[in-house]
């Protein structure tokens, strides 16, 4: 009896592929050939998934906003584990803007890729019409919720704010100027001064 093939976990490896291709040699350099030297199939079998290049960036880019999400819940119930009590508005900012921040080796090539994707969409009309052009906004709304929950003043300008910050501590660590560890400090050290209340477990 043949062997049953699991799509979507085909599409998963191919798109896995094209993430560590795209942090290796940049998204510019990728190919649905480098793809699927990667991945270790044939180019026929990456194009009987993804038709063309451009529908391979657009589910990667799909992706990696599910991955995002994911983490970033991840980071909430790591920080209020043990607790009975919902997290609170400080503790969802923190697990939202410390995803900005590449602390391992996932979360370094999700950056530089959607930075990448960024870049690109700037000029790339295909790219730029995506839902993920939007995100930046949803986020902003997002933090304006949390923040207005809390009761922080401005929360509008505040949240601007912390995006910036978050996303300029993020390209820092990329270049090397400072370390997660030291990125992650200035981020606590602002969300104390704005929220005015220890985290969790201090």
Not at 100 to 119: K, Q
């Amino acid at each position: 009896m043949p062997k049953l093939v699991d799509h979507e976990e085909r599409r998963a490896l191919i798109i896995d592929a094209l993430l560590r291709d795209a942090a290796r040699t940049g998204l510019h350099a990728v190919t649905m050939r480098s793809v699927a030297l990667e991945a270790g199939v044939s180019v026929r079998l990456v194009q009987y998934y993804f038709d063309t290049k451009e529908q391979l960036l657009l589910a990667t880019l799909t992706h990696l906003g599910v991955r995002m999400g994911e983490r970033v819940r991840t980071r909430v119930r790591a920080a209020t584990a043990g607790s009975a009590t919902p997290p609170t508005p400080r503790e969802i900012v923190e697990a939202v803007l410390l995803e900005a921040v590449p602390t391992d080796e996932e979360s370094r090539t999700f950056h530089l890729v959607y930075t990448a994707y960024a870049v690109l969409s700037v000029t790339d009309p295909a790219l730029a019409g995506q839902s993920f052009m939007a995100a930046p906004d949803e986020m902003e709304a997002f933090l304006v919720a949390q923040l207005t929950a809390a009761a922080v003043p401005d929360p509008a300008l505040e949240a601007v704010a912390l995006l910036a910050l978050s996303a300029g501590l993020g390209l820092s660590v990329l270049l090397g100027q400072r370390t997660p560890e030291a990125a992650t400090a200035v981020l606590h050290h602002h969300l104390g001064r704005l929220f005015r209340t220890p985290p969790r477990d201090c």
